[in-house]
Every structure is written in structure tokens, then in C-alpha cells.
């Protein structure tokens, strides 16, 4: 019988009983090693709903979590004195590395300066410039997360628009916030996790990645404030877009008078503007967060002319006691706090340079080329990416064209074991399904380390 493409890509790799001996032993060997994490744990079950500060850490992984004790450049210890490479760096928030020393500088003096005064700092005028310069967008404000940033992208463009939907992408993921916390149901949207309101979702529209004939049916009752996109979809595995994709999504969003956002909080690691620079995409703004806070929490969105308009308006009061700027509502306390500041500065001048996006890309093609040679080398044809840095690969012979398409290759069991096996051999990704990515504190030698893992990974299973 022949295997139609799809029954192909299906197909699994390991026969399920391999698998759950391979996943059984790698489990045993990841909690034996491990008894100084597992006793923190038990500690902190105590106060910590979990034993974790944040519980969707226990979620990630289908195994109990390490202790990290300390990290740098490119590795992290846990307190087991176990040494990994990160090849995910927290979900790219630590792209620059663990401790690099001109952030490390910056924040020292600042703090011993003074970190968070609710006023202007000199390095954020600094931090608006080079990203207005990076991004080709005129207006910058800061939060402390991406998922801040988006979150007044979205109350901006509400309010200057006069509409109320936003428009996604299945298989996006734009931060916790209750308006894009939605998933595809049937022909609508619902939300995607308990505790969010239908209010949130009911303003919301989806369509596939990569569909341009939906969005045009999304757009076209004229009462979608915003489409808010990834330029390659990053939270389903990645999900390059299709020749014309963005273009087409530009046209059809100026003609129905909704407003573009960008999110490029994964996508900034492909080039000094993301990939709206290096595509050469428009956008009315674009939404940032992790990697330019060098390790320190920090959230940014860039405006058009357009979008910025209400914050340049007086202060209006809203009812006492909170004044608000041309009374949107945008602000937080901690919001373009000094110590950001000084850590984005010195992350962007000293580390996320030109010539070190240039260096990442390089180590990055280094990496998928030795996946691809590995999986030729093993008669797989599963298929690598190449998003620079990012080099991630599918078990399939083809690409994913949207987020349905993505997790019907996805073999989740497979990636568990994959997660657990590296873990027990000196390489952490903390979202496994992400595809390794080569941070900025990395170079040829930690690429081959995580190449010459994956061989010894490819030898054991098949
Ligand atoms: C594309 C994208 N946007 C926004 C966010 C939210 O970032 P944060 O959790 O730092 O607010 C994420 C987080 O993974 C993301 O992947």
C-alpha cells in the first residue's frame, strides 16, 4: 500500500512502546539525578500553589522543574550542579546570554543610582531613538512585558480607530491578555483558558496563518480595530509565511482602515529591526518585549504618527483620581523604570549590535545545515527551518503552512523525549517545541555541543 504525503508526515518515528521505554528511562535517570531540585519542591509545595512562583512552570515541561542556581553566557547551572546549554534562553528573554557584562554594568550603576523614580531617565530618550532608528516607526513607549506593550497597542488602536474586534492568526500567541487569550472554535472564537470572560473573546476574529481570502472575509464588515501578527508565527513551532502573505495582509488591512500590529517579541532576534526590517514590512506598530531587555523585564511598542496621537494630547481626567494621558487607558507603575532603561541601552548598544545579529545568523545557518546533514545522515526527511538564529526543524518532509498544519506533525510524545533525553545530557530548551535557537552569548564550539547531542540522540532512537 502506498502512504499518501499526509499519511507520511504522520507516521511516527518510534513505535509507541520504543517510545515509552525511551521516555520511561530518561525519566527515571532525569529525577534520580536530581534530588536537590525535588526536595526544594517539596519545600515549596508548602507556600507555592505547585512549588513554583508562577505556576505555568510546572506546566511546560510534563516533569517536575529544576532549581536553577546560576547562569552564564550561554549556560545555566541548577542546584544539582548540573551545567546545561540553553539552546531555548527562556523563551528568548535571555537571548543576549546569562550576565552580560555590559548589562550587568549598566545595572549595577543604575541601581546603586537609583532604579524607578516615575519620571524620565536621559537612557529612555536614548532607548526611543534606537528603536525608532531599528524599527522605522517614530513613537516609542515602554512596559515591563510584551504582553503589556500589546496590550495598549490594542486600547490604542480601539480608541483611534472607533472599533472594537481584533483580528489574529490561529496558532498566535500575543501574551496573557483576556483580548487575545482566544482560540478557533467551530466558525468562532472562544477563550482559550479558564478564568477569561466571553465579553473578550466575542470581540475577537481568527483565521489560519497564511489565509489571505479569510482575512479579507474577517475585514471586510469594516469594525476590526486591529490584526495583530507575527511576521513567522513562533508559538507553534515556526511558521514562515507564504510568498506575498505580508504584502497581501498590508493592502487588505490599509483598504478596510483597520490598523497593522507587528508583534516581533521572538522575531527581533532575526535582525536589528526584526524581520520588519529584514523583510522590509510596514506596519502602523510594532510590539517588543524579552530579548532587548538584556535580562531585565521590560516591554516596548513602537507607534506611527497616527497611533501616537492621543498620547501627545493633554492629560484628561478620566474621574479622580487617575489622571490619563488623552484618556487612554495606558500606564503602570513601573512602566519605563530607570533600571529598564539603562539595561535595553546598554543591551542594545553593547550587545544586540549589527555585527552580533550578524555572527547569531551565521552560528544559526551553521545549525541547521548540521540538523539537515544529521537527518540525511539517518534517512529522516524531516525538514529544517531557517529563521536566522532560529533554526528548528519539523518531523516531516515538509513545512507547516499554518498552525492546523503544525500540530498535526507536531509528535508531542517525541518532542517530551527529546526535551528529557537533552536535559539529561547537558541541553536545555524550554519550549522544546520551539526549535534550538543560538543566543548571542554562543559560538561555533556550543552549536557543535548541541549537534553532536542531537547525533547521539538520532543513534539511540532509530
Ligand atoms: C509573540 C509573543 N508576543 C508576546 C508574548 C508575551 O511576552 P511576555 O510573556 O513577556 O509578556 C510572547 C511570549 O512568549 C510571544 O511569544
Redesign the pocket.
Known amino acids: 500500500m502506498s502512504l499518501t504525503p499526509r499519511d507520511r508526515a504522520r507516521r511516527p518515528v518510534l513505535d509507541p512502546t520504543r517510545l515509552a521505554f525511551l521516555t520511561g528511562r530518561e525519566e527515571q535517570r532525569f529525577l534520580a539525578d536530581r534530588p536537590r531540585s525535588l526536595a526544594l519542591l517539596d519545600r515549596a509545595r508548602a507556600h507555592m500553589p505547585g512549588g513554583v512562583p508562577m505556576a505555568w512552570m510546572t506546566a511546560m515541561h510534563g516533569h517536575p522543574p529544576v532549581f536553577a542556581a546560576e547562569g552564564d553566557g550561554a549556560w545555566f547551572t541548577d542546584v544539582d550542579g548540573h551545567r546545561y546549554l540553553d539552546m531555548n534562553q527562556a ?1 528568548l ?1 535571555m537571548n543576549v546570554g546569562f550576565g552580560p557584562p555590559a548589562v550587568v554594568a549598566a545595572v549595577a550603576d543604575r541601581m546603586r543610582r537609583g532604579s524607578q523614580f516615575m519620571l524620565p531617565t536621559e537612557d529612555a530618550i536614548w532607548c526611543a531613538e534606537e528603536l525608532a532608528e531599528r524599527w522605522e516607526l517614530p513613537y516609542w513607549q515602554f512596559t515591563l ?4 506593550a ?1 496590550t495598549e497597542i490594542i486600547r490604542l488602536a480601539r480608541h483611534v480607530s472607533g472599533r472594537d474586534k481584533i483580528l489574529m492568526f490561529d496558532g498566535k ?4 491578555i483576556e483580548d487575545s487569550l482566544v482560540i478557533m472554535a467551530g466558525n468562532g472564537v472562544k477563550p482559550e483558558l479558564y478564568g477569561l470572560s466571553d465579553a473578550a473573546a466575542s470581540r475577537a476574529r481568527m483565521v489560519p496563518f497564511n489565509d489571505l481570502d479569510a482575512v479579507d472575509r474577517a475585514l471586510a464588515p469594516r469594525d476590526v480595530a486591529l490584526c495583530i501578527v ?1 511576521p513567522a508565527l ?2 507553534v513551532g515556526v511558521v514562515m509565511p507564504a510568498e506575498g502573505f505580508h504584502q497581501g495582509l498590508r493592502e487588505l488591512t490599509e483598504h478596510y482602515g483597520t490598523f497593522l500590529a507587528l ?1 516581533e ?2 522575531t527581533q532576534i532575526a535582525s536589528p529591526g526584526g524581520l520588519k526590517r529584514l523583510w522590509n514590512l510596514e506596519a502602523d506598530a510594532v ?1 517588543l ?2 530579548t532587548i531587555g538584556g535580562g531585565v523585564p521590560i ?1 516596548a511598542y513602537g507607534l506611527s504618527e497616527t497611533l501616537a496621537q492621543p498620547l501627545k494630547q493633554p492629560p484628561v481626567m478620566q474621574g479622580a483620581p487617575m489622571e490619563s494621558v488623552g484618556g487612554v487607558a495606558t500606564g503602570g507603575t513601573l512602566y519605563g523604570n530607570a533600571l529598564s532603561m539603562a539595561a535595553c541601552r546598554a543591551a542594545l548598544s553593547q550587545v544586540l549590535t549589527p555585527q552580533g545579529f550578524v555572527r547569531t545568523a551565521a552560528l544559526g545557518a551553521q545549525l541547521a545545515d548540521g540538523l539537515a546533514g544529521l537527518f540525511a545522515a539517518g534517512s529522516l526527511d524531516w525538514q529544517v527551518h531557517r529563521l536566522t538564529s532560529r533554526s528548528g526543524f519539523t518531523f516531516a518532509d515538509h513545512l507547516p503552512r499554518n498552525a492546523a498544519e503544525a500540530r498535526e506533525l507536531a509528535q508531542p510524545g517525541l518532542y517530551r523525549l527529546l526535551r528529557l533525553w537533552m536535559a539529561n545530557r547537558g541541553v536545555w530548551e524550554s519550549v522544546a517545541t520551539a526549535g534550538p535557537t543560538v543566543s548571542f552569548a554562543m559560538a561555533e564550539a556550543e552549536v557543535e555541543f548541541y549537534l553532536e547531542r542531537m547525533r547521539e540522540f538520532l543513534g539511540d532512537i532509530l
Open positions: 523563551d528573554s512585558s510584551a504582553s503589556g500589546n500567541y500575543h501574551g496573557h507575527e513562533t508559538n508583534d517579541t521572538h510590539g518585549g524579552k516591554g
